[in-house]
């Protein structure tokens, strides 16, 4: 039988006892693959991506290969084309601007606040339509693809300068490691 403590302070008080598991704060569950932790702003690695400015907020190593989430900052015109994750399920949050986001044969017009699920197997892409840059959060479940942006992306040296040039380079390398992690473009 699990020994649990019991835990009596704010609104838990009023309304009983929260139980947790036997184990520290600040420790691991012992069922789990990670340790809790912060990742300040600074310690994050960005990359260029065909016009994208993306920045891994928590990645495969973090997360015991669970999921990865990302921080994208599209500049307006931008996007990624339509494609299809083979291994991976997509989501996407907008933070900031409006994108346009094609999931199968619909086509959304995202803004603040909006969502959406891209499952393994839905071709899908998004642009942003406005005349802004727009910012999301993007997570891929299971983690990895993560390694797919460092392996083609361009270092950002400097976050607040424009994208660079995407070049015809640039169009070989992602088509490239793009089946490689299971990306098909259509």
């Known amino acids: 039988m699990t020994k ?3 835990f009596l302070t704010g609104s838990a008080a ?8 036997d184990f520290a704060f600040g420790q691991k569950s012992p069922d789990s693959k990670t340790e809790a932790r912060m990742v300040p702003v600074n310690d994050r690695k960005r990359v260029w991506m065909t016009g994208i400015m993306v920045t891994i907020i928590a ?3 973090m997360t015991g290969g669970a999921y990865s989430v990302f ?3 599209v500049f307006p015109g931008q996007g990624m084309r339509l494609h299809v994750h083979s291994r991976e399920d997509e ?4 933070l900031e601007g409006e994108l346009q986001v094609v999931l199968g044969d619909q086509t959304y017009s995202a803004k603040v606040g909006d969502f959406a699920h891209m ?3 839905t071709p899908h892409r998004f642009q942003n339509v406005g005349d802004k840059p727009a910012r999301m959060v993007l997570s891929y479940s299971p ?3 993560e390694q797919f942006f460092l392996d083609v992306g361009r270092p950002v040296t400097d976050p607040h300068a424009p994208p660079p ?3 015809p380079e640039d169009i070989r390398k992602a088509r490239q490691f793009a089946e490689m992690y299971g990306v098909m473009a259509i």
Do not use: N
């Open 119 to 121: 499952a393994r197997g």
């Open 71 to 73: 921080e994208d900052l």
């Open 143 to 145: 983690a990895g693809f």
């Open 59 to 61: 990645d495969s190593r």
């Open 14 to 21: 009023i309304a009983g006892a929260l139980v947790l598991p």
């Open 4 to 6: 649990r403590r019991e």
């Open 165 to 167: 040039e995407t070049t």
């Open 91 to 94: 989501t996407l949050y907008v």
